[in-house]
Nanobody
């Protein structure tokens, strides 16, 4: 399984970025996909997850209303659209997928529940 994240960059506060993650080697439409981020000197934390069908999404409180996770199963791609970016959003963003199958009603949100990770893409938000 390979996950390839892209779309990071530098933006001013209030701006927007769109991160993409393409998966290969995984029956994509059956699996939850998620985004985590890791700021300098901090632990990697959960941002958002989306169920296999796309019907169920979950977000950490700090990004609700600003970030949107979506997926295109025909293209094996999950997207994190980020708006109203803040300097505290500066981090390396990782896409992730679990080895286990989760039902549509439950998206895992803990790091240990995810087995496959992309290489990370850096987002820098300046004030």
């Amino acid at each position: 399984v390979q996950l390839q994240a892209s779309g990071g960059g530098s933006v001013q506060a209030g701006g927007s970025l769109r991160l993409s993650c393409v998966s290969s080697g995984l029956p994509f439409g059956r699996y939850v996909m998620a985004w985590f981020r890791q700021a300098p000197g901090k632990e990697r934390v959960f941002m958002a997850a989306i169920s296999g069908s796309g019907r169920t999404t979950d977000y950490t409180d700090s990004v609700k209303g600003r970030f949107t996770i979506s997926r295109d199963n025909a293209k094996n791609t999950v997207v994190l659209q980020m708006h109203s970016l803040k300097p505290e959003d500066t981090a390396v963003y990782y896409c992730a997928a679990p080895y286990l199958y989760y039902s549509e009603s439950k998206n895992p949100t803990q790091m240990h529940e995810y087995d496959y990770w992309g290489q990370g893409t850096l987002v820098t938000v300046s004030s």
